[in-house]
């Protein structure tokens, strides 16, 4: 059974750093695409970052480029999102989702699995 399951959103004032991790189970990290997602209050989902973890090729958001880094441990399973610089507008639950899937997909719709999410709140 594929799962995913967020963890490490909290509340920080602007400037500051977060980092999410992304614990995958079930299914072989290598073998697909992992993408970072966020919705606001009243807003859509929205692309954050996505990888292959298998040759370790991302694509960011251009909103969030420079501040934000997805990273993967093979061996543990799990996705990391290094957020830093955070801004009040980085609020939002961010989701990880999987795909089978070599190469990188900045769809939603495209993922097959998602996390519950985890909330992130920028405010000073």
């Known amino acids: 059974q594929v799962q995913l399951v967020e963890s490490g959103g909290g509340s920080v004032q602007p400037g500051g750093s977060l980092r999410l991790s992304c614990a995958t189970s079930?299914?072989?990290?290598?073998?697909?695409?992992i993408g970072w997602f966020r919705q606001a209050p009243g807003k859509d989902r929205e692309f954050v970052a996505a990888?292959?973890?298998?040759?370790?090729?991302?694509f960011y958001a251009a909103s969030v480029k420079a501040r934000f880094t997805i990273s993967r441990d093979n061996s543990k399973n799990t996705v990391y999102l290094q957020m830093n610089t955070l801004k009040p507008e980085d609020t939002a639950v961010y989701y990880c989702?999987?795909?089978?899937?070599?190469?990188?997909?900045?769809?939603?719709?495209?993922?097959?699995?998602w996390g519950k999410g985890t909330q992130v709140t920028v405010s000073s």
């Open positions: 079930g299914f072989t990290l290598e073998h697909y695409a």
């Open positions: 989702a999987a795909v089978p899937r070599v190469l990188i997909t900045t769809r939603a719709d495209d993922y097959d699995y």
């Open positions: 990888m292959n973890t298998n040759i370790g090729s991302t």
